[in-house]
């Protein structure tokens, strides 16, 4: 059984940085495919950024340039840096695995996930 525990939400201003970590438990040996994903009352949960086994990324068009997703080389903790924060970035943001080699950013890929983390950008 895998764990996912996310951390590193807050509130910032608009153009502000955050940085969000999910520490990875439960199965060390099995390498997985992780995401972020975020959602707010108002919206369907969407998918941000991806990172694959062999590290390829995919973002999401509305996040391109601002945020950053990576891991450290043992894969046990994902990050999302996200830069130029802004108020549409508010919501719960969450992080999720999947034991494929590749994963995206569609939700049902991911068996895997967190409780989430919440990020509040004020104007």
């Known amino acids: 059984q895998v764990q996912l525990v996310e951390s590193g939400g807050g509130s910032v201003q608009s153009g502000g940085s955050l940085r969000l970590s999910c520490e990875t438990s439960?199965?060390?040996?099995?390498?997985?495919?992780m995401g972020w994903f975020r959602q707010t009352p108002e919206k369907e949960r969407e998918g941000v950024a991806s990172i694959d086994v062999d590290g390829s990324t995919t973002y999401a068009e509305s996040v391109k340039g601002r945020f950053t997703i990576s891991q450290e080389p043992d894969g046990n903790t994902l990050y999302l840096q996200m830069d130029d924060l802004q108020p549409d970035d508010t919501a719960m943001y969450f992080c999720?695995?999947?034991?494929?080699?590749?994963?995206?950013?569609?939700?049902?890929?991911?068996?895997?996930w967190g409780q989430g983390t919440q990020v509040t950008v004020s104007s």
């Open positions: 999720a695995g999947a034991r494929f080699l590749r994963c995206g950013l569609s939700d049902g890929q991911y068996p895997y």
């Open positions: 439960g199965n060390r040996y099995t390498k997985h495919c």
